[in-house]
């Protein structure tokens, strides 16, 4: 039974043909994704995008009426699904679906010029995988979009050499460095690359056309980002939020190196394997091109000071193809018959997957819903007993202000943790200038009837000490417990 179940799976890579593989891709990246369509809350940053995607559907620009730290494509992509779905985390889900299975299908076709099919499949594969599996990645984050732009890039710049080619690659990377700023080094090193391959192999002049007309790309996305800023008079707007407020950002929210050291020890050893084995043929420009991609992200890491587990996103797209050389090149797995051990571990890796569908059926059965979550279940609570909704404060679950059609008080609780972030005010021109001042004007002037807090959960960061102090006071003094729902705590003013 096992065998003709695996005979069955077994593909015939000579015969695969790309739309086949797209295909496959997007049954992969839907099988893992989909319980987690009905979820209101993934991750914080996906929640903070839907508020700003929101709000620039109704005419307002990013950064004018909410605020986050994020390039505007970023909230567009947001903005261009509420638009046509409205408001659904179904809709929402489902392009992300899609996105990760085009990532990886532009991570089938580079590979495909430098390996195999079969490698190059399975490339693709364990880039659906990493980008679907593990904590947040399951929501749709501003690296799955940069990635859904950089990839098909890269693609064509490994592949074609004309320069309407290389024009087109550069609007797909302006898009990618708009949506995700950091994405400005590897493409920095592309076109420094393209330029130094051009002088060797004797094609100057091809080669700076292609330089300029990728450059000019890019530019000229950059300057249709800034047009809409510039048509209302608020130029400034765009470059302090999309400029300087992530360099300033960068600066005070640094990690230590040791911090990030781990990740750099692993892909550098890995590389180094790679070489030292001659497992890749570094000679190959491809190849070469697309370890300094690698090297890109990587130094983007540093100069941003820190690496949250999603920030690899931008990282696996291109480091699973020398992953999957490897492997094919080990000879353990020539000698034995891996096929059933690689069918237990496709069952068995999606676990998050089961775990999410049985929460799923089981909100279906106890709530007759499918959509499940606190950023649903309260807004619901809200509404049913007529609780004030005016200056509403959710210090958690903040995808509530979506379901409610409400704003955050003020700019800097478009994200919870903006409020602590006091170094990025002066960028959108926040009349207090720290965090506790910004606290002491939302709980003391705005006085929001109703506040949202997660049980047992500290407020802010455990290195906010003194926000903390203050928020936990406040609201022991002047707030009382309305209702617990899930795991969010309903706090109604005394």
Known sequence: MTKALISKLTLNYSQLKSRSVFLLLCSISF?????????????????TFILLG???????LPYTQLWDLKPPITFLFFATIISVFGKSFIALRAIGVLIVASTA????????????????????FLCVSLLSMFGSLQGVM???????????????IVTKNKWQWHFFAGILFGLS????LNMAYPVLIIGLYNIYIAIKNNAFKKGILNSMVF???IILLILLTILPYYLKGITETWWKSVILAPLEYTNARRYSFLKMAPVFLLIGAF????????????????????LFVIIGVLLSFIQGGRINGHYLIQLHPILVIFVAIAVSKITFFKKINYQPIALLLLLFMPTESYIEAVNVIKNKIERNTFLNGEGISVPEYILKNNLSTKNILFLEYHIGYWQLGKLPPTKAATHPSNLCRDELFSFFNNPRKNAIQELKYIMEVLQPKTVITRKNKRIFDKKEIEENEYIDAYLSTHYTLKAT??????????
Request: one cysteine or more; proline letters at 2%.
């Open 31 to 47: 099988i893992l994704r989909f319980p987690f369509f009905f979820r209101d809350y993934i991750d914080r940053d996906e929640s």
């Open 54 to 60: 929101q709000s620039w559907v109704e005419g307002h």
């Open 105 to 124: 299908f532009f991570t089938y076709k580079t590979a495909l010029s430098i390996t195999t099919k079969k490698i190059a499949f399975w490339s693709s």
């Open 142 to 156: 501003s690296e799955h979009i940069c990635m859904f732009f950089f990839m098909p890039g890269l693609y064509v």
């Open 177 to 180: 460095v708009m949506t995700k």
């Open 215 to 217: 450059g000019t790309g």
């Open 271 to 290: 590389i180094f394997l790679l070489w030292k084995k001659k497992i890749v043929a570094f000679k190959n420009q491809k190849i070469q091109l697309l």
């Open 485 to 494: 729902v899930e795991k969010a705590e309903i706090l109604e003013r005394k």
